[in-house]
C-alpha cells in the first residue's frame, strides 16, 4: 500500500529542492540586512562606551524633538513627555474623549493630574493641530 505521504514527497522532490535554494536565500539576505544595524566592534571598552552613550544621545534627542499632537496622540506618544506616565496619558486621552479636543496648548492643565508646571515643561513639544 502507498502511504499518501510519500506520494506527496515523491512529487514534491524538485521543488524542495528549489524551494530550500529561496529559503537559504532569504535567511542569507535576512542576515545581511540585520548585520548592517548591528553594533560595531571596538578594541577597547573606553570606545565602546562612547558609541553606546553617543547613540543614546541621539535617541534622546530625537525622542525630546518630537513634536506630540495632545488631540491625537495615543498613550505610548503622551508618555513620552515629561513627567507623564501611563495614568496621566490615559486621563489626557479621557478628557478629550468627554470634553472634544483641545483649542489650546495650557488646556491640557485641566486635565486632573496635570498642572502648568507639566505643560511648561513641554511646551516646544506640544501642539494641537496638524
Wanted: aromatic share 6%; proline share 3%; hydrophobic share 40%.
Amino acid at each position: 500500500m502507498n502511504d499518501p505521504r510519500n506520494v506527496l514527497f515523491a512529487r514534491l522532490s524538485i521543488p524542495i529542492s528549489l524551494m530550500t535554494r529561496v529559503v537559504f536565500c532569504s535567511i542569507l539576505a535576512t542576515m545581511t540586512v540585520t548585520n548592517s544595524h548591528a553594533a560595531p566592534c571596538f578594541d577597547n571598552p573606553q570606545k565602546a562606551y562612547e558609541y553606546l552613550i553617543a547613540k543614546e544621545n541621539a535617541v534622546t534627542q530625537a525622542r525630546e524633538q518630537y513634536i506630540v499632537n495632545i488631540n491625537r496622540a495615543n498613550e505610548g506618544e503622551l508618555v513620552s513627555l515629561e513627567g507623564i506616565g501611563s495614568s496621566k496619558a490615559q486621563a489626557i486621552i479621557l478628557y478629550r474623549e468627554m470634553f472634544g479636543g483641545f483649542t489650546m496648548v495650557d488646556e491640557l492643565s485641566k486635565v486632573k493630574g496635570i498642572g502648568e508646571k507639566t505643560v511648561e515643561k513641554n511646551r516646544r513639544r506640544l501642539s494641537v493641530q496638524d
